[in-house]
């Protein structure tokens, strides 16, 4: 039986080795064919070789205390009088060699469990090995920060690993003398009513307890390195008011810790040296001296000095250490290189100011990312199999003109082909890719409340600007599954009509897949065998995989961290995608740590330090470093020589789409609400707390989201594309300030708070919300269209600097609920493996919003119109577009005749209104109406005089 244990055992690893193998391979393959390959062997032998150093020093360990647990009791357990385990193992029917090889496979396991959970640690020790200086110090302890991002975490893994290497090997070597007799439990657990509990006794022989003191000596050491530490980890601390070592860390605990390590140092000594010579007093009163010493220093007199000293003098006392908790959070966080620019509200625009504003009043965003992208499902998804998973903004020079412009790319849903057409062929090999976008203007609007499209159709119609010659999407937000190309089977690329266009790929996407061996690598990879016995593939074919773009970075870079949000870009004819990375941590000494706002990560420090590229058709990966100051992306420069590459490589119009990302934004954004309070007091007291304002959307109130628009910022000559978000007071609604985030080069990066005076009352955008609700035309007109069985949508509220006033703009939409067809998927039939779909997709719920007002506010002015412009030229008083929105009377004043025309069309627009039940509009054309008589009445008299 033990044989067959061993051989089971071996073949077990064998197999682990073999499968383990299988993985390798066809990984290595991916990462050369990106041109990564130095990235994957040092990520690998990282990972292996630091799981080995920990299984192999596990192991040691285990056997050193095994080879002398054998030497110290040589003789046995009955040669010490005791009854050995294998007695009791016999009598179940285990021979003592079958329980040594099942202890042997027990060790085996756990070790290899430990390891494996230890390799993905790889990271913290190429981190210490190849750290670079912060070039700051903490306040404390006048250590580099990098002390604390690389050193500190590797030798608090260590820390942390040598008790669990020595815990398992004290309780290995435990059940080897429990098993040999020379450590053995007698009786058991019984209580008597009346009578005290009896616990079990435990035997030890005298060698025994030399062995297991001499290892609790050694936890003991251990204990003395966790203290001298934990001094550094209190840098860590929320005793204090504020995030970090507050007075008693630094007054008392610093030197208690000194005091508890020098003392635990002793008791070790103690420890180890009755591992030689025991002596039973002199161990317990060590241990009783070292119980007392950590009771009292560790515990005892700092909740004392903090009872009795500081908190009856908190603010006097904890002053210096909350003004270092502001100081390194804002250089954590960046907050630090905000730029304060004091913003005077007179609430007055000029004609001169509206024109020199053109640009972002052309750019004011009317549509809302979630109604517009129902609307690109409804009228550009095409067939049942595309789908659109988020819209992106970003900005475009067309026809001569900066455009803030939405898009969102029209990827393949594979899931969603009919049941007769979901075939293997299908799947894999035919329906491979998504193809285009659409795109629209952030402020343009059609007669029936869809946006205008820059980019729509299949294939692809787009304005001159925005040409694009490769339309294929294989690589997108939604590709998950892997496809084989450049089969014997062409791939469907986009429908045309009533038939279907077919391609070859062309690209260089993908891992060659040319000899039986590495299909059948594959088909193991993916534990699918039909890519082993498909017919289909060619010397030339290829297997595309880790398609998803988060998923695509991730396996690169596992080591960054990275933003929700990948987003598209049209470029030199080509798509690609841009994904911001970050560089983070949570061991920044003294800054306040930031929970979930990142992936549900906890960190305290954080850089946009990268940009990554991906093409979407032939799947190429770009990492170039955006900010080489920060230290840590240049640590992994160094570990990484080949993966990295500077910005200024990046191509020209690629750099014209970078924007700052969102996630940090509103991580800093979150952090700046309580950090922008430089003086302590006011700190400490939170006098001047901020926060992030409500909105509403829909009928719910939420968190306003931060928010891209092109705007020209105050003492600026020209727009730029920028993110921006206000903030009000704590608990109030009134506007206190707003903060702009820099995307366009050179000033990329920079970060303003534009601060409003307190004196002055400047809405925010729950009051413009109420007074929204307060409006009786409006909050009629809305009402009216909720009660008609149609959903009234109000949008994102956008407040808009503009010279030195706001305007506040929010859009409404009317999603009409409709009944879903309840028609089978379009025309789809399957010829030759191939579905062919005669029309569009009727299936889907048709849900379709339409954008039918604009709320705009200015001031004390708030008015509701069909579009923007209309909108702006009734607010400003029509100094907006004065050809557009010029008053209906002035237009026709040529002659009398024309004018009775104009009045009929105002009359028979009214009577519409009326029948329609729409009182608004039929009040605004009787007023039109007043308008056009008077002209007639005033033309009649000068012709009369």
Do not use: C
Not at 727 to 756: C, E, Q
Request: no cysteine.
């Amino acid at each position: 039986m033990n044989k067959k244990l061993i051989a089971i055992g071996f073949g077990l690893v064998a197999v682990l080795l073999l499968w383990s193998g299988v993985s390798i391979y066809p990984d290595w393959l991916w990462f050369e064919n990106l041109g990564f390959s130095p990235v994957f062997w040092t990520m690998l032998l990282s990972k292996f070789g630091f799981g080995f150093i920990i299984w192999l020093f596990l192991i040691l360990i285990i056997s050193l205390n095994l080879y002398v647990a054998k030497r110290l009791h040589s003789g046995g357990g009955p040669g010490l009088g005791f009854k050995a385990a294998d007695d009791y193992v016999a009598q179940i029917g285990l021979s003592g060699r079958a329980l040594n090889s099942l202890l042997i496979a027990v060790i085996l396991f756990a070790s290899f469990y430990i390891a494996s959970k230890g390799a993905h640690q790889w990271n913290l020790l190429l981190r210490y090995l190849y750290q670079q200086p912060f070039g700051s110090t903490d306040p404390i302890f006048n250590r580099d920060i990098g002390f604390y991002l690389f050193s500190l975490p590797i030798y608090l893994f260590v820390r942390d690993g040598l008790f669990v290497l020595f815990v398992a090997a004290g309780l290995v070597t435990m059940g080897w003398y429990l098993k040999n007799g020379a450590l053995q439990i007698e009786g058991e657990f019984s209580q008597v009513e009346g009578a005290a509990p009896a616990f079990p006794k435990v035997k030890v022989a005298a060698n025994v307890k030399k062995h297991l003191i001499f290892l609790a000596g050694i936890i003991v050491l251990l204990l003395a390195w966790s203290y001298h530490l934990k001094i550094y980890e209190l840098l860590y601390s929320t005793q204090g008011p504020a995030f970090g070592a507050s007075y008693t860390d630094v007054h008392i605990k610093i030197l208690a810790y000194r005091v508890v390590m020098i003392v635990s140092l002793g008791f070790a000594a103690v420890v180890l040296f009755s591992a030689f010579k025991f002596s039973f007093k002199l161990l317990w009163l060590s241990a009783a001296i070292w119980f007392g010493v950590v009771l009292v220093f560790a515990s005892l007199l700092p909740i004392m000095m903090q009872k009795f000293v500081v908190k009856p003098n908190e603010l006097a006392k904890e002053s210096p250490y909350i003004s270092y908790n502001i100081d390194y959070t804002r250089k954590a966080y960046n907050l630090n290189r905000i730029k304060e620019v004091n913003f005077t509200v007179n609430n007055q625009l000029s004609a001169e100011d509206i024109k020199r504003h053109d640009a972002t009043i052309q750019n004011i965003r009317i549509w809302d990312e979630r109604p517009l992208l129902q609307t690109y499902r409804q009228i550009q998804t095409i067939r049942l199999y595309y789908d659109f998973n988020n819209v992106d903004v970003d900005r475009y020079f067309i026809n001569g003109q900066y455009r803030q412009v939405m898009l969102s790319a029209r990827e393949l849903m594979i899931d969603q082909l009919p049941a007769q057409a979901n075939t293997w062929v299908n799947r894999r090999l035919i329906y491979t890719h998504g193809y285009g976008l659409a795109a629209s203007p952030v402020n343009e609007v059609t007669g029936e409340g869809l946006p205008r499209l820059f980019i729509k159709d299949l294939p692809p119609s787009f304005e001159p600007d925005l040409k694009i010659e490769r339309p294929e999407i294989y690589y997108g937000e939604k590709t998950a599954a892997y496809v084989l190309v450049k089969t014997k089977t062409e791939e469907f690329d986009y429908p045309k009509g009533e038939k279907n266009v077919y391609t070859i790929y062309q690209g260089r996407g993908g891992v060659p897949i040319k000899s039986f061996f590495r299909r059948l690598l594959f088909a193991i990879e993916f534990l699918d065998p039909q890519i082993l016995f498909t017919t289909y593939l060619s010397p030339e074919s290829r297997i595309m995989y880790n398609r998803r773009i988060a998923r695509r970075v991730g396996v690169i870079a596992p080591f960054l961290d990275y933003d929700a949000d990948p987003y598209l870009v049209v470029s030199t004819g080509k798509l690609y995608w841009i994904q911001d990375a970050y560089t983070t941590s949570d061991m920044y000494p003294y800054s306040r740590r930031s929970y979930g706002r990142l992936k549900n990560k906890e960190l305290n420090y954080i850089r946009n330090s990268v940009k990554v590229t991906v093409d979407a058709y032939n799947g190429d990966v770009v990492f170039y470093i955006i900010d080489e100051k920060d230290p840590i992306v240049k640590t992994y420069a160094r570990i990484f020589p080949d993966l990295f590459k500077p910005f200024k490589e990046m191509p020209a119009d690629l750099k014209k789409h970078i924007r700052y990302p969102k996630d940090l934004f509103k991580i800093q954004v979150d952090t700046y609400t309580k950090y922008h309070m430089e003086d302590v007091q006011v700190f400490y007291n939170q006098e001047d707390l901020w926060q992030i304002p409500d909105e509403l959307y829909g009928d719910s109130r939420q968190e306003m989201e931060p928010y891209y628009i092109i705007l020209k910022l105050p003492e600026e000559e020209k727009e730029e594309f920028l993110m921006m978000t206000p903030f009000t007071p704590s608990k109030k609604d009134n506007m206190i300030g707003w903060l702009a985030a820099r995307s366009d080069l050179p000033n990329y990066g920079n970060l303003l708070v534009y601060k409003l005076p307190k004196e002055k009352l400047v809405y925010g955008p729950m009051q413009i919300e109420a007074r929204v609700d307060q409006q009786t035309e409006i909050s009629r007109e809305l009402s009216l269209w909720g009660q008609r069985g149609s959903r009234v949508i109000r949008g994102n509220l956008l407040a808009i600097p503009l010279s030195d006033s706001f305007i506040y703009v929010e859009p409404v939409y009317l999603e009409a609920k409709q009944e879903q067809s309840e028609s089978s998927p379009p025309g789809a039939s399957q010829r030759g493996g191939r579905l062919v779909s005669a029309q569009k997709d009727t299936s889907r719920a048709a849900a379709l919003p339409e954008l039918k007002r604009v709320i705009v506010v200015f001031g004390d002015r708030l008015i509701m119109e069909e579009n923007l412009d209309k909108a702006l030229g009734r607010l400003l008083g029509g100094q907006m577009f004065p050809q557009q929105l010029a008053s209906p009377s002035k237009a026709q004043t040529e002659d009398i005749s024309n004018l009775g025309v104009l009045a009929l069309e105002h009359y028979n627009k009214a009577k519409d209104y009326l029948r329609q039940g729409n009182w608004a509009e039929y009040g605004r054309e009787l007023e039109n109406l007043e308008k056009v008589l008077k002209e007639i009445s005033s033309a009649t008299k000068e012709k009369e005089e």
